[in-house]
């Protein structure tokens, strides 16, 4: 551009007719109405010769442009068939187009002054104003589909006005071919039956036919909606391959396979469970395979009975609202602890964390891990924040013991004793953010994991040794179990029988939920070892205004869909205080689930508890929480607390919806 396009379009004549007007004014006010009437008459006169010449400069400019970009090359010009048209960036006005442009948007020159909006609307120019070559979407005209592309033009001098050309890429048939390319993505399936090995326990050859006939036929049923491959791998595991234009079908209809295939019993009356993995985006079979295995996992490690979609960034749930059934073999704990204690015996010293505000859980399984570092000759630290805990009775007992005067070290002081040949036991969590540490899980390389909560889509990785049962009650369970396999009766220190068992206490409210068989067996195996339950069950009291303090919190409780009580506070208490008073509202009648929220300095607080079919940890999750579905707790930063609430009821109502 030069400045010869800038007088065209902007030549400055308004301020001629102004002064004009003006000496008019002034010769009518100094009653010399001679002049004004002279002066008035020439004004309407050039005025009115202003418009004609208006109309042959406009014809100027658009011949000085198309013979401007014909020159340069560009071919703007009218016979080529690429839609062009030149938009004035100010105001957003059609100066120019080619023959192209006209015939598919039907714009005609007589419209000289129509803006690009009541042409194409929605368009923007914002992206070609700040020197984007090309629009970051498509169009849509006359059903075809467009890509634009555009060039910032100016004038020289600096008042200039700024022009945009804009070209218009019929790319319809290529987008077509994308979008059927990404329709026939090939999405790779595992279908796993969960409790396979439960539900043949004690059949007879023709009855375990029977049950797989059975669990074939509603499996079956389901895939053939989705024109798949299916295949039978093994006995419980099944692989579908289908089309992603399909998965957008099945999650609308929420995997019924989910729900379908718990109409098949076998004789004893257990009914089938399946976890469903899919992987997605894979860049081919292989990856996208390995994605439904993790997808698998996952599931697995949040209870069964739910399926999972993993692509290349995050996990996306389906189902896992039923409680799960104890699947768990004593082999693996075996295994595990062979593997554990090999692993201390190679280390040079070993750190036990928890997560943050350790409870009697954390700190009970820390303890069960101590005395098998101590079995194997190996110093132990527990990381633990003396300061910020709700274990301080127990810790005041655990710190006069000998063997623990020196145990217990803060993050910061682990950071400086830790060497690439230490380990790192993480216990009663299994997510990254929420360890006492996350510099020490980060600096240290061999990281082993034993938790009981549902696994999140965050979760420590990578870990050498892992021992994650969502079934468990509590981590000190099984930690219980591990000390079965590892050390001796007289190896186990009475304090540390009794940590674990307070653990225990406090995740099943004194064996009142989450216990199965394998509880009361740990309990019994702790009681052997010297743990005292009355000594344990004063672990667990409060003093006289702790305990008015909690009945507080409950007369301030509300309910919600006639069967869930939420109290939420506007001070602050205690995290223990909140558990428990979440514990109590559950002795109500009617109440099948309890949600307790406190305000703690910049955030949130939310304890949750449920006896019912709610799934507190699937409502809690999208919060940034976590846990199992009886016990869930979220914290929630940079928020009041009503805008908790709001977001609490949400998920709530999101997950009565679902």
């Not at 039923?322 to 699947?327: F, G, I, M, T, V």
Request: charged letters at 25%; glycine letters at 6%; proline letters at 3%.
């Amino acid at each position: 551009m030069n400045k010869k396009l800038g007088r065209l379009l902007w030549p400055g004549l308004w301020v001629f007719f102004v002064v004009m007007a003006g000496f008019a004014v002034a010769a009518a006010v100094m009653e010399n109405y001679v002049l004004a009437a002279v002066e008035g008459g020439l004004t309407a006169v050039l005025g009115i010769y202003y418009v004609i010449c208006r109309v042959y400069r406009r014809r100027e400019i658009q011949q000085y442009v198309k013979t401007a970009f014909d020159s340069a090359g560009v071919g703007a010009g009218a016979d080529v068939p690429l839609p062009m048209a030149l938009v004035r960036l100010g105001d957003k006005s059609i100066i120019w187009t080619n023959d192209a442009f006209a015939s598919i948007t039907g714009y005609q020159n007589k419209y000289l002054h129509q803006k690009l909006e009541s042409v194409l609307p929605g368009l923007s120019l914002d992206w070609l104003t700040a020197g984007k070559p090309e629009y970051p979407y498509d169009i849509t005209i006359s059903d075809r589909r467009y890509r634009v592309y555009g060039t910032a033009l100016r004038a020289d001098d600096p008042e200039g006005t700024a022009l945009g050309m804009l070209y218009f890429s019929d790319l319809t048939e290529l987008y077509l071919v994308r979008d059927e390319y990404i329709r026939s993505r090939p999405v790779v399936s595992i279908i796993l039956v969960d409790n396979y090995e439960e539900l043949i326990k004690n059949l007879t050859e023709s009855g375990i036919s029977n049950l797989n006939a059975r669990i074939n036929e509603v499996i079956t049923s389901w895939v053939e909606a989705y024109h798949g491959l299916f295949r039978r791998l093994e006995r419980n595991r099944f692989l579908l391959v289908f089309e992603k234009q399909d998965l957008e079908r099945a999650t609308e209809g929420k995997f019924s396979l989910l729900e379908d295939i718990h109409q098949v019993e076998n004789p004893t009356g257990l009914t089938v469970s399946i976890s469903l993995g899919i992987g997605v985006d894979g860049a081919n079979f292989e990856e996208s395979y390995n994605f439904a295995a993790l997808a698998i996992e996952m599931s697995l490690s949040r209870g069964g009975d739910q399926a999972v979609i993993k692509d290349r960034f995050n996990f996306t749930f389906y189902g896992g609202r039923n409680r799960e059934n104890d699947h768990r073999s004593k082999v693996r704990s075996r295994v595990t602890a062979n593997s554990l204690m090999e692993l201390i015996g190679q280390s040079s010293q070993v750190f036990i964390m928890g997560h943050k505000n350790a409870d009697l859980d954390a700190v009970g399984a820390a303890m069960g891990i101590s005395c098998m570092c101590r079995k194997k000759g190996k110093k132990a630290y527990i990381v633990l924040d003396l300061e910020k805990n709700v274990a301080e009775k127990l810790l005041d007992e655990i710190r006069v013991v000998p063997e623990y005067r020196e145990t217990f070290i803060s993050g910061q002081e682990a950071l400086l004793l830790c060497d690439n040949h230490s380990t790192l036991v993480v216990v009663d969590t299994n997510r990254p953010d929420q360890v006492e540490c996350q510099p020490l899980l980060e600096a240290i390389p061999k990281v082993c994991v034993v938790d009981h909560h549902r696994r999140a889509a965050e979760y420590i990785n990578p870990v050498v040794v892992n021992l994650h049962e969502p079934f468990a009650s509590s981590a000190a369970e099984l930690v219980t179990e591990l000390l079965q396999y590892a050390v001796e009766k007289s190896d186990v220190l009475p304090i540390e029988a009794k940590s674990l068992m307070a653990g225990i206490f406090l995740d099943t409210k004194s064996f009142n939920v989450r216990t199965g068989e394998r509880t009361f067996e740990a309990a019994a195996v702790l009681r052997q070892w010297g743990a005292d339950t009355v000594e344990v069950k004063k672990l667990l009291q409060n003093d006289f205004q702790d305990t008015m303090s909690k009945y507080q919190i409950i007369k301030s409780a509300r309910l919600y869909r006639q069967e869930l009580a939420i109290a939420a506070l506007t001070t602050t208490t205690s995290r223990t205080l909140a558990a428990q008073a979440a514990d109590e509202l559950l002795n109500i009648s009617g109440i099948t689930a309890s949600f307790v929220l406190y305000p703690d300095d910049d955030r949130v607080i939310v304890s949750a508890r449920s006896i019912g079919d709610a799934n507190v940890q699937m409502i809690l999750e999208p919060l940034g929480g976590g846990g199992n579905t009886a016990t869930a707790g979220a914290q929630m930063p940079g928020c009041t607390v009503k805008e908790a609430l709001d977001q609490l009821v949400a998920s709530i109502d999101k997950y009565y919806e679902q």
